[in-house]
């Protein structure tokens, strides 16, 4: 709504600052973060009048007694937040936005409804795991399908270190990457979200470098000097991840341990799918595994887990994802949530530092 007030009113000094993508960032960062901060009491008072989600039994014992009565589906806050500085900063006219905001609603409601499955149900399993990817393939499917055919997004892969490492896929596989990524990376932010304030921090570090690259990638000149992807109009992307990050920072006053509310799926899959969608749009899929080091960690850990009981009958780790891991060794939650910070925070450094290493 500003953006379009800057081209009504173009005569006008002040509205013209609303053209600029960096004041835009800000503002909805602001208004993302205060308007979660308010909400979040009342929004915490209701939502504990409809249920508290039930605990794993085969979690960390330490779990049913400190997380006991602690409510779920925080991430209606962000996706909230989300929505209301959409309406307010970014430009509608852009495609990008619409693609990004069609996997974020569309992961997020089916998060919202394994949510409330579990609330009402009163069990902690939820939606089934053949609907859960049912539905996140349908949403990444589509949004490959409307990158293809409505934007200008080249169906290429970029490779980082090398300035002219290109690998063209065609239409189809590029489809295919694609829906493979945002399914992955939705699921791999899921995992890590099982202690207070764990996925949070590097979920608002990742949106963080993705803003810098998706302002990079937007600016031609930048783009060129730094001999990385030029797509145009993907600047507008940095506003949504400063929304993000607002909204991150609103919903940790309340999740930071001991928290008060819990993300649950709604918003751990909106976040990834956000995430995998960004890195597509903005040709930094490469990037994305060192960036997001934290959501390949703790899904490997999983994976390998899996994969030695089954053939060994033995497990790797004490318990998976690998937080719990350290749980179990006897690391308080408090530790673990902020050595992960620091890692997270490392990766993103290593990963903005590849822009300029070519």
């Known amino acids: 709504m500003l953006y379009y007030l800057s081209e009504l009113f173009a005569n006008h000094t002040f509205f013209n ?165 945002i399914i992955g990376t939705s699921n791999a932010v899921n995992l890590t979200d099982g202690l207070d304030g764990l996925v949070i921090g590097p979920v608002m570090m990742a949106f963080f470098v993705f803003a810098i690259m998706a302002y990079v990638a937007g600016h031609h000149d930048f783009a060129h000097y730094l001999h990385t992807p030029f797509v145009s109009h993907a600047g507008e992307l940095c506003v949504l991840c400063a929304s993000l990050i607002g909204g991150g920072l609103g919903f940790l006053w309340y999740n930071c341990p001991p928290a008060m509310i819990m993300m649950g799926d709604m918003g751990s899959l909106a976040l990834g799918g956000f995430l995998g969608i960004l890195a597509l749009m903005i040709k930094q899929e490469f990037l994305l595994t060192v960036v997001g080091g934290i959501f390949v960690i703790e899904t490997l850990s999983v994976i390998i887990q899996v994969f030695v009981f089954k053939r060994t009958g033995r497990r790797m780790f004490l318990m998976a994802p690998i937080h719990h891991h350290f749980e179990k060794k006897g690391w308080s939650e408090s530790t673990i949530v902020f050595r992960f910070w620091i890692i997270s925070i490392l990766l993103g450094i290593i990963a903005l530092s590849c822009l300029k290493i070519r």
């Open 17 to 181: 600052l609303f053209r600029y993508t960096t004041l835009r960032c800000l503002g909805a960062l602001f208004t993302s973060f205060f308007l979660v901060w308010c909400i979040a009491p009342y929004f915490i008072q209701w939502i504990k009048t409809k249920g508290v989600q039930p605990l794993r039994t085969d979690g960390p014992p330490t779990h049913l007694i400190t997380k006991k009565g602690t409510p779920t589906m925080g991430g209606a806050l962000i996706v909230l937040a989300y929505t209301s500085t959409l309406l307010l900063w970014v430009d509608f006219k852009n495609t990008y936005v619409w693609i990004a905001t069609w996997v974020f609603m569309g992961c997020g409601a089916l998060g919202a409804w394994d949510d409330l499955l579990k609330i009402t149900r009163s069990n902690p399993k939820g939606l089934s795991e053949r609907r859960k990817l049912v539905g996140q393939l349908c949403v990444a499917s589509s949004a490959m399908i409307m990158i293809i055919m409505l934007t200008d997004c080249e169906c290429t892969l970029y490779f980082p270190f090398f300035k002219k490492a290109v690998l063209t896929l065609g239409p189809v596989l590029f489809a295919l990457w694609g829906t493979g990524i």
